[in-house]
């Protein structure tokens, strides 16, 4: 390679840097380094003068690469690689000193700074005469995205897709779309219709052009990368079962949950004690109208107890968000079809936090719902009461809040039911590539920063399957994951940085660390040549599979083991 | 005068290069004895990096990644941790003293944190005097 | 052994008054508030949780709802709206128709027309016993009512006399059986500790300690209440001792013993004071424990203002000579105080006896649980042990 | 089909005319019987039952605020008639937008819907309108951000106007976030930074919504510029003017807990990165540019300009987010927990910059002292990086929330906040104990209630019972309460008390709700377009809601409601569908598109 040709230029930034540090100094050893044509120093290099000056010197001298020694690359690398491109210079060819917040402004003693400086620069120097020039790529993004599951987070996706403007495919595993609010009749704490909530999305979801709905389908295989995936779905919607294959762009997994088993705890003797129903069973009684007991009468005391399955310790660590809230819903609607039933509720902590659910908890006790406290990890006992009681069953708790030893009478027994991963989850995660928490819910990429997306390029999670959640946050989930891609869709083509990793085919081994290593799964192994390869477009530059590769067969552009080899000796010598 | 270390850092782009940027931006002055390379993440140091520093006369390397749990790439910090006592283990055998090489967790608000690392590494070092694997390294780097 | 939750509670206790308890969601700020709130006796939320879940055999044991003297500190901070103070008043109605063995506070505080219906009755007995001595026994002359020119005084002070002290041990009976409950309740109870007879002299002098001074409402924020009531009462308690021993002087002139008179002015001035302090108060609402006011508080001022200015006319339409006049004041004052004695061992007013005693009661357990447990941890939850 | 139409009330203040809206359902078609239940009705299930049976009615429609409250005693009723009890129908007033009593058209035109048997929002579709492809977003904290960098990132055009210097809003505050204890700043400064340089995005900082004038698709917004007085283009925040600056006045950034400059920035990742000048302080400002002025001598770049004057700007845009967030409650309403009277007495924000590793005291957890302040020559409780650690610290929840004499609603963070609290004492001083009083540990999100477990492993006392009152007994505080699972009363002496502060909607929200015509609800945040089904939508067309102006939430719900919206937005440009306003609909209108859509309802079926 032809001997660089390297512009230094150094930043007092007023006099920020060279109240410290001797930039005079600095230039004077920059001049004698190997390759270095011209070094200058400025006062302010991010001005619109600093950056002419450097589009100039590039002309003046046919500069090749070009160092600036000035504040932070987290502050001015953007402003100094477009300074080079609009030079003509490829943007890669140029690497900063920071000699501001790691020099001058964290230092005193003026000759330790300025020969820091001095260090910091020649690192700069020696690595930029290694740096490569990088193009970005850029891959075709396919407009249509694949819903998995048709519930409301799975409807609502749709939708949003959908009246974006872009072709969505949703697939349902089973014989109808509305998931299992389909099986709830009103909705805390408003008490509004759960069915016609679904109604209007769903007739909107038929009758939209843009989305093409599979029942009784099921995906089977996911391949390709972000923008470009192919899916095989199975499906019996309609004649005989077929699998079909199409090209879609992104995917939003949308696959709900299922309700615990409440035969698990025994001591609550479900399936045993004919009137012990769980939620969803006392929701199809109250669709029905059929407020009573399984002889036809209506119950004189009902109770309900919250968190079965929930924050305890043999079952689910994890509180399942919505049963307090529907708990306090039940209780209305008993009240409302058997005005003079007494009601109990048996619950651990009151977990009313929503929009007007404090309100919802205090009309409860305005109806004279019994709230009555157990603690956590500890179950109430329910059994038959002696023939002559006045009532069916008795339940026995610590009450917490009289610290009194209680049997609490009830005819009717209402669980509520918990929520927890479906039983293919698992097989869910490893189709599409995401990855499980210890519950089997998906695992979103940052909770806080990015709380749709997966670790896994084009993949979004919504709703209950990434963890219990009551509808409005469902909703507003499943919009989320439909705006990222909507955005991403918008913007036509995907553009990848320059900055990915690479693998040289003939120096690799094909050992297949790498490709465990990748957080992104952005390293796809081809079984043919025996030989791993990075999918650019999935690739975030974190280099971990190149300091892992014992053969050094993976490069991290821009960041080659050369580059920071030549940067240490640069710092040392 | 008394012997004055020569540290280098590895600092990972998110966490630990923001934290020492934020050092400055505060103002949180420490020792002038470290010199800072940064890198994507702290799971991109391989062990030659450091092995190199040292052969070419570092006293001492400091490699900073984010927090565990924090990492950009969910767990480039982990496989970091993880390769870190092997490398140890090598250069104890090069009989490298356990203070000269560090693993730290700094975030990006833990500008203090930095200087507080930086200032008390530099003690260590300055303590230990000048490293005396210089030359037994780069023999062996010679070799390869 | 498990306690069986009574969800029918609630609705019966709402009729004494207590129709706010069910928004309680227990934040426990009223018991940290209350300045009587000290253990073993937690007030006024552990008595709310026993009404919230009937538990009524705990809720008859408690002393609590008679320590508290209802200065409304609980209820004005509740975050609520569960009216902490107004629920122990209620608790001190029901505790008053437990004690009582006759059933018939039960029936006054459940409904006010049963209870102005009894008392008209007895006004009526009073007007027709009396009216038949006067004409039978006594002077049968109207006109006179004391013994003036020799004249046979319509209803002479002696068989008044006799009168009165019949009627005031026969309610003194039903008052000491409520009494011997109220004990057998709250000292037998399950969480009560045995206590030493011993124990019981050792700290009997706190009756009459609490009866004459109820010095603890002095604790209280707002001391005015207390000073009212301290008024109301020595009021009452000079009256009784006047008419019980003095009744003669009292009912004919001044000429026989003027001091018994004066005495009798200061009793009114108490009297009147305080009645028409706790009557603003109830009209106006101002404070939160007149915010609320049962049937039965109103029977009770009705009553008592009627007494104390049928009392004062009579006083007069004597002084000034109307014999006619004054005679028949008095059957209507008799017709007043008359029935408002029967109340007395039934309602509001018995107070007087249980208050002082709960506070007694109330000593005797913290001393023999904490001689028990001292240098222990809980010493509640112990007592709930015992 | 034979319908039976009931109307009830639950909330006592009966906004609805519910005999108006009787009389208009009688004279709909196939509307065979009209009752007013009244407010709060005593339901007989027999009698309704019978009702039933004689009119041989099939479908009920229940109307009112919540009929909800009624449904099942309806649904028996009709189940005991042998009808369907699929067959009764809801229609809320409260859940479609007939909210006060001007509301009465779309009260009627809910019930005709009901009694055709359509849903509402089905029927009552916002008509699609052109939008311009402009947006504005008012407010920059997370919920702002996000949404506009989603919106930016699709290559549309943003607005983000920021009434404060910086953007970042509270969350820029924060030193770690629950429950994964990751730092705010880690998040956020890299999300500041994009909104700081995305070429879509134009930045307002210092400006407030002066005036919205247009409609759906095409408003025209008035902002108010308040004077930087200092070019942020050109400045590089070298701090020189702040050093020769001689006014320091309290930090509103660090909660009052330290001082700042007239001239100032106010935190060093504030974006934008340049500093500006508090007119309030500044003595050349406020003496008219007759004294001081030494900044401007000083400023090596010469881009300090005092003389700048406010200025408004006028933006066309088709949507407008609103993502104006929260306040605190004001914690001195509580006089009983002594805060503004007891130096150490502390609300969880300003906690918050005191754990902050770059907050005042550098991260360090310290009791305020005495100090005679040089300026007002007078003793001051002052907090300071040295200052003594306390020994033992309380965590108070539902300060404010939770309460009918405050707020009556649930702040929905603050029990997590308290935890997190909670965690950081124990770590930074392991030697102090940490007590925390609650009512329902509310710890219902991904994670949480494992965070809570450990927390309580790590030590910290959790006391069940809110606390009554803060005192003091010769010098030091003490916490009364009750522990109620334990069945005591407690009295623990403590050296520092955190006050978990509930949030209120923040100020100027109802002034902005007028000027956008959007509901607000009883607590004062914005009311969304439907509970369940549209979160993030208002009744006005293109006006949308994310994160805490519409009601508490945390991070992850805000950052998600903040994307949704962007959905809606990029959608609502795309197809202009659902942009017009829902009060645009006419009653006929509405019952038109209902029996349509009956019509077509009957033919698929």
Redesign the interface.
């Known amino acids: 390679m032809a001997e660089p040709k390297i512009g230094v230029f150094i930043c007092s930034?007023?006099?920020?840097i060279s109240h410290v540090v001797d930039t005079e100094a600095v230039r004077e050893q920059a001049l004698v380094l190997p390759g270095v044509e011209t070094a200058r120093t400025y006062?302010?290099m991010?001005?619109n003068p600093g950056q002419e000056m450097i589009g100039a010197a590039v002309r003046e001298h046919g500069l090749d690469r070009v160092v600036v020694a000035a504040c932070?690359?987290?502050?001015h690398e953007?402003t100094f690689r477009g300074a080079c491109r609009a030079a003509g210079l490829n943007p890669y060819l140029f690497e900063m000193a920071?000699i501001?917040?790691?020099?001058s402004?964290?230092?005193?003693?003026r000759p330790?700074?300025t020969?820091?400086a001095t260090?910091?620069t020649r690192?700069a120097v020696f690595r930029v005469a290694r740096n490569e020039p990088l193009d970005g790529l850029t891959a075709e993004m396919c407009p249509t995205t694949l819903v998995l599951g048709g519930g409301i987070a799975g409807l609502t996706a749709a939708l949003?897709?959908a009246?974006?403007?872009y072709p969505v495919v949703l697939v349902e595993r089973s014989d109808r779309l509305g998931g299992n609010l389909a099986r709830v009749?009103?909705?805390a704490p408003?008490?509004?219709?759960?069915r016609?909530?679904l109604?209007?999305?769903i007739?909107?979801v038929r009758r939209h052009h843009n989305i093409t709905v599979m029942l009784h389908s099921q995906l089977k295989a996911l391949s390709g990368f972000v923008g470009n995936f192919t899916a095989t779905v199975q499906t019996a919607d309609g004649e005989a079962p077929r699998t079909i294959a199409f090209r879609l762009g992104n995917v939003v997994v949308a696959t709900g949950y299922r309700e615990f088993d409440a035969s698990r705890i025994t001591h609550y003797g479900w399936g045993k004690l004919p009137n012990v129903v769980t939620s969803f069973e006392f929701e199809r009684m109250?669709?029905?109208?059929?407020?009573e007991t399984k002889d036809g009468r209506p119950p004189r005391?009902a109770a309900i107890i919250h968190c079965v399955g929930s924050?305890s310790r043999e079952f689910h660590?994890?509180?399942s968000?919505v049963c307090c809230m529907t708990a306090l819903k039940y209780a209305?609607?008993?009240k409302?079809?058997v005005?003079d039933c007494?009601v109990?509720d048996l619950y651990i902590?009151?977990?009313?936090?929503?929009?007007?659910?404090?309100?919802f908890?205090?009309r409860g006790?305005?109806a004279?719902?019994?709230?009555?406290?157990y603690g956590k990890n500890e179950h109430p006992v329910i059994r038959r009461a002696p023939p002559g009681d006045d009532c069916e069953m008795l339940i026995?708790v610590d009450?917490?809040?009289?610290?009194?030893?209680?049997?609490?009478?009830a005819d009717l027994v209402v669980l509520m039911v918990g929520m927890e991963a479906r039983e293919d989850s698992a097989e869910v995660a490893h189709l599409v590539n995401i990855s499980q928490d210890k519950d089997g819910?998906f695992i979103e990429?940052?909770?806080?920063?990015?709380?749709?997306a997966t670790?896994t390029e084009g993949i979004y999670i919504a709703g209950t399957c990434?963890?219990p959640k009551d509808?409005?946050?469902t909703?507003?989930?499943?919009?989320?994951?439909?705006?990222?891609i909507?955005?991403r869709i918008?913007?036509g083509r995907i553009e990848i940085d320059g900055?990915f990793a690479e693998v040289h085919e003939e120096r690799c081994s094909g050992c297949r660390i790498c490709n465990e290593?990748c957080?992104y799964s952005a390293i796809e192994f081809d079984s043919e040549k025996r030989r791993s390869h990075v999918i650019a477009a999935a690739c975030?530059?974190?280099?971990?599979c190149?300091?892992?590769c014992p053969s050094g067969a993976v490069k991290?552009r821009h960041?080659t083991?050369e580059q920071?080899?030549a940067?240490?000796?640069g710092?040392?010598? | 005068m008394s012997h004055e270390p020569q540290i280098v850092g590895f600092l990972c782009n998110w966490c630990s290069y923001a934290g020492a940027d934020l050092a400055g931006t505060s103002r949180i002055p420490y020792p002038p004895n470290i010199r800072v390379i940064r890198v994507m993440c702290s799971a991109r140091i391989e062990p030659e990096f450091v092995v190199e520093a040292l052969a070419r006369g570092a006293d001492g390397v400091l490699v900073c990644g984010c927090h565990p749990g924090d990492c950009h790439y969910s767990e480039g910090n982990y496989k970091a941790m993880r390769r870190f006592p092997l490398l140890k283990q090598v250069l104890e055998a090069y009989g490298v003293e356990n203070e000269r090489v560090r693993l730290e967790w700094v975030s990006a608000s833990e500008g203090q944190r930095f200087a507080e690392i930086v200032a008390e590494m530099t003690e260590r070092l300055r303590a230990l005097g000048p490293s005396r694997v210089k030359a037994a390294l780069q023999a062996d780097m010679l070799e390869r | 052994m498990a306690v069986r939750v009574n969800p029918k509670l609630i609705t019966e206790l709402a009729k004494y008054g207590a129709d706010d308890v069910q928004n309680c969601y227990h934040c426990g700020n009223c018991s940290a508030t209350c300045p009587f709130s000290k253990e073993p006796f937690v007030i006024p939320r552990r008595s709310m949780r026993y009404l919230q879940m009937g538990l009524e055999k705990s809720l008859r044991g408690d002393l609590e709802p008679w320590l508290c003297y209802y200065c409304g500190e609980c209820s004005e901070q509740c975050p609520r709206g569960a009216e902490p103070g107004e629920t122990m008043m209620s608790l001190r109605r029901w505790l008053t128709s437990r004690y009582d063995f006759t059933g018939l506070a039960g029936l006054f505080y459940r409904s006010t027309r049963a209870e102005i219906a009894a008392l008209v009755l007895v006004a009526l007995l009073t007007a027709a016993g009396l009216l038949a001595y006067g004409y039978i026994w006594g002077g049968g002359d109207l006109s006179a009512f004391d013994g003036g020119e020799g004249r046979r005084p319509f209803l002479p002070a002696s068989a008044i006399h006799v009168f009165d002290w019949a009627l005031g041990l026969g309610f003194l009976a039903v008052l000491l059986v409520n009494v011997a409950r109220m004990w057998h309740f709250t000292m037998r109870s399950r969480r009560s500790p045995r206590v030493s007879a011993a124990a019981y002299l050792k700290h009997a002098v706190l009756l009459p300690v609490h009866f004459f001074s109820q010095k603890r409402w002095a604790e209280c924020k707002e001391t005015t209440p207390w000073k009212m009531h301290l008024g109301l009462m020595l009021g009452y308690v000079t009256m009784l001792v006047l008419v019980m021993f003095f009744l003669e002087p009292l009912q004919h002139g001044p000429g026989i013993r003027w001091e018994v008179h004066a005495f009798g002015y200061l009793a009114t001035a108490g009297l009147l004071a305080g009645t028409i302090y706790a009557l603003r108060g109830r009209l106006r609402k101002s404070r939160s424990s007149h915010r609320h006011s049962h049937g039965t508080d109103w029977v009770f001022l009705g009553l008592l203002l009627a007494v104390v200015a049928t009392g004062v006319v009579l006083h007069l339409t004597h002084r000034l000579g109307y014999g006619t006049a004054a005679n028949v004041t008095y059957l209507v004052h008799m017709m007043a105080v008359v029935p408002w004695l029967a109340r007395y061992p039934f309602t509001k007013w018995s107070h007087l006896v249980y208050r002082p005693l709960a506070m007694y009661f109330a000593a005797l357990q913290s001393e023999a649980l904490t001689s028990r447990v001292r240098g222990q941890e809980q010493p509640a939850a112990l007592a709930r042990a015992a | 089909m034979r319908v039976g139409v009931y109307l009830g009330q639950v909330r006592g203040s009966s906004v609805i005319d519910l005999d108006a809206v009787a009389n208009y359902a009688r004279n709909l078609a196939d509307v065979e019987l009209v009752r007013v239940l009244g407010l709060r009705p005593k339901l007989d299930p027999h009698r309704i039952r019978d009702e039933i049976r004689e009119a041989r009615l099939e479908r009920l429609v229940l109307a009112g605020d919540s009929p909800g409250y009624f449904k099942p005693a309806f649904t028996n009723a009709l189940a005991a008639a042998h009808g369907n009890p699929e067959e009764v129908r809801l229609a809320s007033f409260r859940e479609h937008g007939a909210t006060d009593r001007e509301r009465l058209e779309r009260a009627k035109s809910i019930v005709a819907c009901a009694v055709l048997g359509v849903p509402f929002p089905l029927v009552a579709e916002k008509e699609a309108r052109v939008v311009n492809p402009a947006t504005l977003v008012i407010g920059a904290g997370i919920a702002g951000i996000q949404t506009a960098l989603e919106i930016a990132d699709a290559g549309r055009q943003v607005y983000l106007v920021e009434r404060s210097p910086t953007i970042g809003g509270h969350m820029a505050m924060f030193d770690k976030t629950f429950p994964t204890l990751d730092c705010a700043a880690c998040i956020l400064t890299p999300k500041m930074v994009a909104v700081g340089d995305h070429e879509r995005i134009e930045l307002f900082t210092n400006a407030e919504v002066a005036e919205v004038c247009g409609g759906p698709g095409a408003y025209t917004v008035q902002i108010r510029q308040r004077a930087r007085r200092v070019d942020a283009e050109a400045c590089v925040s070298c701090n020189v003017c702040t050093d020769i600056c001689p006014i320091s006045v309290w930090s509103e950034f660090d909660c009052h807990l330290t001082h700042r400059k007239a001239i100032y920035i106010p935190f060093p990742q504030a974006v934008p990165n340049a500093y500006m000048v508090d007119p309030e302080a500044c003595t050349w400002v406020t003496s008219g540019g007759k004294k001081c002025g030494a900044c401007l001598k000083k400023c090596p770049k010469d881009c300090i300009h005092l003389e700048e004057e406010d200025r408004t700007v006028d933006l066309d845009v088709g949507s407008i987010v609103l993502a104006t967030g929260y306040e605190l409650f004001d914690a001195r309403r509580v006089e009983r927990y002594g805060y503004g009277r007891l130096p150490n007495v502390l609300t969880s924000l300003e906690f918050e910059r005191m754990t902050n590793a770059s907050g005042p005291t550098g991260g360090r957890i310290v009791l305020k002292t005495k100090k005679l302040d040089k300026r007002s020559k007078q003793e001051d409780w002052v907090i300071e990086p040295s200052g003594p650690a306390p020994q033992s610290v309380a965590i108070i929840h539902c300060v404010g929330s939770r309460d009918a004499n405050y707020n009556p609603y649930c702040s929905r963070v603050c029990c997590m906040y308290s935890l997190k609290f909670a965690h950081l004492v124990r770590e930074k001083l392991p030697q102090a104990a940490c007590h925390e009083f609650y009512i329902d540990m509310r710890a219902f999100g991904k994670g949480y209630e494992e965070f809570m477990e450990r927390i309580k492993a790590e030590g910290t006392r959790v006391v069940r019972g809110r606390t009554a009152q803060v005192t003091t007994e010769n010098g030091r505080m003490v916490v009364k309460g009750e522990d109620i699972l334990h069945d005591r009363l407690v009295e623990i002496p403590v050296d520092m008390v955190i006050l978990a502060v509930g949030v209120v909607a923040a100020s100027g929200t109802q002034e902005l709700a007028r000027q956008l015509m959007v509901p607000r609800d009883e607590d004062g945040w914005f009311s969304e377009l439907n509970y369940n089904g549209d979160p993030t939508l208002t009744e006005r067309g293109g006006v949308y809601v994310a994160g805490m102006c519409q009601g508490p939430k945390d991070i992850p719900d805000t950052v998600a409601q903040a994307s949704a919206v962007a959905a809606g937005v990029l959608h609502g440009i795309a197809s202009g569908r659902g942009s017009g306003d829902l009060s645009a609909l006419s009653l006929n209108e509405i019952e038109t598109r209902a029996r349509e859509l009956r019509a077509s309802q009957l033919a698929s079926s």
């Open positions: 930034c007023g006099t920020n006062r302010y991010c001005s932070s690359p987290r502050m953007r920071n501001r917040e790691q020099c402004w964290v230092h005193a003693d330790a700074a020969l820091k260090a910091l690192a949003e897709l009246e974006g403007g009749d009103l909705t408003y008490l509004d219709s759960a016609d909530l109604t209007e999305r007739t909107r109250l669709r029905s109208g059929r407020i005391y924050r660590g994890y509180c968000r209305q609607e008993i409302s079809a005005p007494y109990s902590d009151m977990h009313a936090f929503g929009k007007g659910c404090e309100d908890y205090k006790s305005e004279k719902t019994l709230f009555l406290m026995e009450e917490q809040l009289s610290g009194e030893r209680i049997e609490i009478p819910w990429s940052h909770p806080k920063l990015d709380p749709v670790t990434a963890a509808i409005p946050d909703v507003a989930q499943a919009r989320a994951a439909a705006g990222r909507l955005a918008a913007r900055v290593l957080p975030k530059a974190c280099g971990a190149a300091a892992a991290a960041f083991s920071v080899l940067q240490v000796e710092l040392l010598s």
